[in-house]
């Protein structure tokens, strides 16, 4: 819709969504109420006219049309893992017969097998929680992927990760990720967060480290001078409330620590798991996972819509829906197809790109830390 028809449509008298589109482009902080009240709403329009407010609100003039993405490659060390989310298709038994491990050799021929190696630059790394899998294979790892690829930013270990490495050494967080950011360490990814809420938790990943604790490392990460992302897991059974209160302590955690740079709102897939697909996500609730992020987080710069969790068609209609970021070209994603999605494992620079400009906006290449690469403006393919 054209600007003006868009202030037409959020403010006509009748529309009880109006009054935070003047909040919100005031820079006035939304309450959870008002989260509420909005996320409720059967008006999608006006819910996506007024993250879009947010975003375009809180971005440069000279960046708004602008969608990042990311060259990536995942690399994910071995699925043999000591946790039991009820969600998690990935993991396997170390005695299964589809376990595996990689060393960090495998690693690296891993990624040399890779032909478009040589325009990376990020690796994503996640793995399972494996006794065999310490400090010193992560650090050797770390070491050896700078060694080879230096110039690629190293995005790995999820807070649930350094928590359960910190416990295997028998030392805290705090002793353990200056040795990991020594090794090459450069940031953390979102993973791990789930839903914050102790109710969903008890029901679906008892045994991982509570909310507080995810929170806690991930802001000890900014204290020394390491950006992160932060996810949030619907479709877990949790309530819109739930949802909301998720964002909500990302919020507060930010206004505390500030190194959050992307949020993103993932959806639950129900192949091979123990989770009930009833809780399953409609389009319109992801979207409004989106808008409701973005409309909340007033101090997190960038929302994602992982292309891999939802679809390339959905997202880029969730680029109306305050994202500003799609991910990357990921390689070969395992942890989401495992539970049944049924995207490609990857995409190409050019699909991205493509995506994202028949979507109307900017394609951006970025680094992790979102240091432009490359803007596509029409001369570039
Ligand atoms: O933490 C697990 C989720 C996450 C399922 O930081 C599932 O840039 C769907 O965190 N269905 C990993 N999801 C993905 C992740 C991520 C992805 C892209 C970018 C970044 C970033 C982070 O996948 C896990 C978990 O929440 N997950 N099982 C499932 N059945």
């Given at each position: ?74 690399i ?25 491990v ?59 990760e ?58 000890l ?40 740079m ?43 819509s ?15 829906f ?5 991910d ?54």
């Open positions: 819709m054209a600007p003006s028809l868009v202030e037409d449509y959020i403010t006509r008298p009748s529309n009880p969504l109006g009054r935070y589109y003047h909040k919100i482009l005031e820079g006035e902080r939304i309450t959870r109420e008002e989260a509420v009240e909005i996320y409720n709403s059967d008006d999608l329009l006006a819910i996506g006219i007024l993250a879009d407010t947010a975003r375009i609100a809180r971005t440069p003039a000279d960046v708004r049309d602008y969608v990042y993405w990311v060259h990536n490659f995942h994910n060390p071995t699925n043999i893992c000591e946790a039991n989310c009820r969600f998690c298709s990935f993991k396997k038994g170390p005695k299964s017969p589809f376990a595996y990689m060393s960090v050799d495998d690693v690296i021929e891993q990624v040399n097998n890779y032909p478009m190696k040589e325009g990376l630059s990020e690796f994503h790394i996640v793995s399972g929680l494996y006794e065999k899998q310490g400090l010193e294979y992560y650090r050797d790892l770390f070491v050896a992927l700078k060694k080879n690829f230096p110039k690629v930013h190293l995005k790995g270990l999820t807070a649930v350094l928590d359960y490495i910190a416990k295997l050494e028998g030392m805290t967080v705090e002793e353990v990720l200056p040795i990991l950011k020594e090794a090459g360490l450069g940031s953390l990814p979102g993973g791990g967060a789930e839903v914050f809420a102790e109710r969903v938790r008890e029901l679906v990943c008892v045994d991982k480290i509570p909310a507080q604790e995810w929170l806690r490392i991930h802001g990460a900014h204290s020394m001078g390491m950006q992160s992302n932060a996810t949030l897991l619907a479709g877990l059974g949790e309530t819109p409330e739930e949802r909301i209160d998720h964002v909500l302590a990302i919020r507060e955690q930010q206004d505390k620590t500030g190194g959050f992307t949020f993103i709102p993932l959806n639950c897939y129900y192949d091979n798991n123990a989770v009930d697909a009833a809780n399953a996500l409609t389009g319109v609730e992801n979207l409004k996972n989106f808008a409701i992020s973005r409309i909340l987080l007033d101090n997190v710069p960038h929302i994602k992982f292309w891999i969790h939802i679809g390339e068609k959905l997202s880029q209609v969730s680029l109306n305050g994202v500003d970021d799609i990357g070209t990921v390689v070969q994603e395992k942890i989401a197809h495992a539970a049944g999605t049924d995207t490609s494992q990857a995409l190409t620079q050019s699909e991205l790109v493509n995506m994202i400009r028949k979507a109307g906006k900017i394609p951006v290449e970025r680094d992790t830390v979102y240091n432009i690469i490359r803007v596509y403006d029409e001369q570039l393919v």
